[in-house]
């Protein structure tokens, strides 16, 4: 722990945020540098992560939330799900500039998870299954990505996250957790602690806040002139069906990635994080609500739950799409009571809210229980509940059952991709010595990716250092075919 409450010392790294991006950028500053590193979390260390909704079934409103905050990030109490592609979850090629440098990337967060107790089984697919999955789908207008993937779990992941927290503490590496970063620019970082407000100095910042901290991202780059722009916002809702229905799938593919276009809207639609035998969890932000799903290698339910979201860009004059979103999710908030909402996808058909009564009628039991029933209708967009709608009915011709009248739908469940970060090709920002990394930073959108970035931000510090050129980074070889041919 950083002696006193981390004042009065100097570091050649401070990297705000203990996710998959700061830990990343920890590992590779300590393995191939003698930097003095700090990495500065509002939240706790892995196992003091306990969320009390997993108990009591409801959300007590923890300051921080113990699902977003802490070491191991929002992934850090997620499913664990690893999806082996730069191109899912983010975009590698396009930040590289070089697909093969891209699928190194993965192969290398890979191996560094493998290092730390990260389960070797893949979930792959015999190459015939995915042939007949990528066929079915296309026949109903559905696009199938297939994906080689990891499923640390739940209730392993925090395992795993501690490991590699434990390693970079014997390579020297300093965490300040339970503080707040208030304010950054160039040499400083402003942080609260407790009572204690104080400035630590440094020489380089990585700002890798997270998904939680989006908004402060947001308004920080906005106050000191770092140039952002903002991106666009996955808008819809947390689908939960019987486990038996997603069951020919998920068997080969943990979580299937599916991309559709609506037929009215012509609108763009995806699966995202996929938890078989899984259990839909509330997530609590400063003024709304909202869901998000699990699943645990030990604890089972008998539905999968997936999320089915639409992709919104906003145009002049009106381009803020994360104000655009909260103002969504706090109108959900508004009619849920404080909670999310949750109705039958026949109910959102017919133009009836749901009852108590209605969703006892259901095949499915809701594993989250802390809800309200009522019309997401009255939440969300018309263009994005005709795009869920569409979008499941498309689906269904692929998975029959998913669009049946009995699926619960919870609303709202809403992915910002906050103010995307203007970087060069070493991940540092318009403000000099100043890198942006993962999903807070709008660089990436899953765990792999803002891994990924979070080594490429090291390794824009290094260079900048003159202590490595691209050319040591850059391995020979065939990534993507490395990374194909997997075993678990």
Not at 178 to 194: C, D, I
Not at 215 to 232: E, N, S, T, Y
Request: proline share 5%; glycine share 10%.
């Amino acid at each position: 722990m950083v002696s006193g409450n981390g004042s009065g010392k100097a570091y050649d790294v401070v990297i705000i945020g203990a996710g998959p991006a700061g830990l990343f950028a920890a590992y590779e500053l300590a393995e191939k540098s003698d930097f003095k590193v700090l990495v500065i979390d509002e939240g706790g260390d892995v196992d003091q992560r306990k969320c009390p909704m997993y108990e009591l079934g409801y959300c007590v409103g923890c300051q921080p939330c113990h699902i977003m905050s802490g070491v191991g990030g929002a992934g850090g109490l997620s499913d664990g799900t690893i999806n082996l592609r730069p191109d899912i979850g983010g975009d590698l090629r396009e930040l590289t500039n070089d697909e093969n440098y891209a699928w190194q990337l993965v192969w290398e967060v890979d191996q560094i998870l493998l290092r730390h107790k990260a389960p070797r089984n893949l979930f792959k697919g015999d190459p015939e299954q995915v042939k007949y999955w990528e066929q079915r789908a296309a026949q109903a207008g559905v696009k199938f990505i297939p994906i080689i993937q990891r499923h640390i779990g739940s209730d392993r992941t925090p395992e795993v996250i501690g490991d590699i927290k434990r390693y970079l503490e014997s390579k020297g590496v300093k965490f300040l957790l339970w503080t707040k970063a208030l304010e950054f620019n160039k040499g400083w970082v402003k942080v609260k602690r407790g009572k204690d407000v104080f400035e630590i100095r440094t020489r380089y910042i990585i700002v890798a806040p997270g998904r939680g901290g989006a908004d402060w991202f947001h308004d920080v780059a906005q106050k000191i002139g770092l140039k952002a722009r903002h991106g666009p916002i996955d808008v819809g809702v947390r689908v939960e069906v019987p486990a038996i229905v997603m069951e020919p799938i998920t068997s080969i593919n943990h979580d299937p990635k599916f991309h559709i276009y609506t037929d009215t809207y012509d609108d763009f639609v995806r699966t995202f994080c996929t938890n078989p035998n899984g259990f839909v969890v509330e997530e609590k932000y400063d003024s709304y609500v909202g869901v998000n799903g699990h699943s645990m290698h030990e604890k089972k339910s008998n539905n999968t739950n997936f999320a089915f979201l639409t992709r919104i860009e906003l145009t002049e004059p009106v381009e803020d799409t994360t104000a655009y979103g909260k103002s969504i999710a706090q109108l959900a908030t508004t009619i849920g009571g404080g909670k999310p909402l949750i109705q039958r996808l026949g109910d959102l058909r017919r133009g009836r809210r749901s009852t108590w009564a209605r969703i006892r009628r259901s095949d499915v039991e809701p594993t989250l229980k802390h809800v309200t029933p009522g019309d997401i209708a009255m939440a969300l967009p018309h263009r994005v509940v005709t795009n869920i709608i569409e979008g499941l009915e498309k689906l269904d011709r692929v998975l029959p059952g998913v669009a049946s009248d009995h699926t619960l739908l919870y609303a709202p469940e809403i992915k910002y991709y906050a103010m995307r970060a203007e970087v060069n090709e070493n991940l540092e920002t318009s403000i000099e010595n100043i890198f942006a990394a993962g999903d807070g930073a709008g660089l990436s959108r899953d765990i792999v990716n803002a891994a990924a970035t979070g080594l490429l931000a090291a390794r824009g510090i290094l260079k900048k250092e003159g202590l490595y050129t691209e050319k040591d980074f850059r391995k020979p070889g065939n990534w993507k075919s490395v990374v194909e041919s997997l075993n678990g």
